[in-house]
């Protein structure tokens, strides 16, 4: 109905259709991430690319409060 009538539109996908997407494949859009704990998982990454670059930084999110001495330490706390 939308396409007809020249409306800018696309398919919402389920997860499953979407990893078999080719553009989702194409994108290369999973990363693996470890966290400060070594805890590894998969997950999604930024789909932007700078000068030709794919954006994939392997270091996940930190556990709460993890760097808290190092802060303290640093700014006196």
């Not at 991430?33 to 700078?50: E, H, K, M, S």
């Not at 670059?53 to 802060?71: M, Q, R, T």
Request: charge should be negative; glycine fraction near 10%; charged fraction near 25%.
């Amino acid at each position: 109905m939308l396409e007809p009538a020249d409306i800018l539109c696309a398919d919402v996908l389920t997860w499953d259709h979407l990893v078999a997407h080719d553009g989702f494949k194409v994108l290369d859009m999973f990363q693996a991430v470890i966290r400060g704990t070594g805890t590894a998982c998969d997950t999604t990454r930024c789909p932007v690319r700078l000068d030709g670059g794919l954006l994939k930084d392997p270091p996940g999110s930190c556990v709460i409060g993890e760097h808290n001495a190092e802060v303290d330490s640093r700014y006196g706390l």
